[in-house]
């Protein structure tokens, strides 16, 4: 049974930096392209970022360019987003998601999903 599992949300400043995990089991994590979308109450879910099968190339929202970082550590079946100078605005539930496929910004592609990790930046 494959379980996606965040964790690394709460409440931050603007400004400030939080770093959220996905802790995958029951696959292997290497078989899979791994991304990070959000939603904002009210809002449609939207891309953030994704991370090839190897880690070695990677793919941002306009929106978090230079900002966030997403990683992976395969050894650990563990995907990280890294979230600096965060503002109101990436206020949000973070989903972390699994593709068997190639990386892409697409989410209906994407095979498994976690239950999300509450982020909220404050002014």
């Known amino acids: 049974q494959v379980q996606l599992v965040e964790s690394g949300g709460g409440l931050v400043q603007a400004g400030g930096s939080l770093r959220v995990s996905c802790a995958a089991s029951?696959?292997?994590?290497?078989?899979?392209?791994m991304g990070w979308f959000r939603q904002a109450p009210g809002k449609e879910r939207e891309f953030v970022a994704t991370?090839?099968?190897?880690?070695?190339?990677?793919l941002y929202a306009d929106s978090v360019l230079g900002r966030f970082t997403i990683s992976r550590d395969n050894a650990k079946n563990t995907v990280y987003l890294q979230m600096n100078s965060l503002k109101p605005e990436d206020t949000a539930v973070y989903y972390c998601?699994?593709?068997?496929?190639?990386?892409?910004?697409?989410?209906?592609?994407?095979?498994?999903w976690g239950q999300g990790t509450q982020v909220t930046v404050s002014s």
């Open positions: 991370i090839s099968k190897s880690g070695r190339n990677t």
């Open positions: 029951g696959l292997t994590l290497d078989s899979y392209a």
């Open positions: 998601a699994a593709n068997f496929d190639a990386m892409t910004t697409m989410g209906r592609l994407y095979d498994y």
